[in-house]
């Protein structure tokens, strides 16, 4: 992604993508997807996101084992810069929408998780689901936290 792309992100934001990026790498994969924003957002223990996944129980180290039950590890680690697959690309455009939205000029890590729950169909809302995780419930969780 080019450096203009996360002049768009706060602080918060931006090491989430880091975090994917660098859980992406631990994985071995050779992209960046929706498993890997969501263990990117357990990742930072300061950020809004983190604090309504702790509170909805989300657990990163079976999020963690799911995705590499699921997907598997990489053959190769490679030096080449990660890309990013469509659906995370549509989760962050999701996620700008969200913040325009709420007049926001940045995106943080509560945008981002409105993103993934608001794309619905990405390997990360699978992971919750089956983790028992209502989305609706989280969603409604966001929404009450960022209006306190």
């Known amino acids: 992604m080019p450096d203009k792309f996360f002049d768009r992100f706060t602080d918060g934001g931006r090491r989430a993508l880091a975090y994917a990026q660098m859980e992406a790498k631990s994985l071995q994969h050779d992209y960046v997807g ?7 957002l357990t990742d930072d223990s300061e950020t809004f996101a983190r604090a309504v996944l702790n509170e909805m129980h989300v657990d990163k180290t079976r999020i963690h084992q799911a995705v590499e039950e699921i997907v598997g590890r990489g053959a190769v680690v490679s030096d080449r810069p990660l890309r990013f697959t469509p659906r995370i690309k549509r989760v962050i455009e999701l996620a700008g929408k969200a913040a ?44 009450q936290r960022a209006s306190d």
Do not use: C, P, W
């Not at 929706?34 to 990117?40: D, I, Q, R, S, V």
């Not at 989305?135 to 409604?140: A, G, Q, S």
């Open 34 to 40: 929706t498993e890997h924003l969501l263990l990117g």
């Open 100 to 143: 325009r939205q709420r007049g926001e000029r940045y995106i943080d890590t509560r945008h981002l998780l409105l993103g993934l729950v608001d794309e619905g169909e990405s390997l990360a809302i699978h992971l919750l689901q089956d983790l028992g995780i209502d989305l609706k419930h989280m969603r409604n969780l966001i929404d």
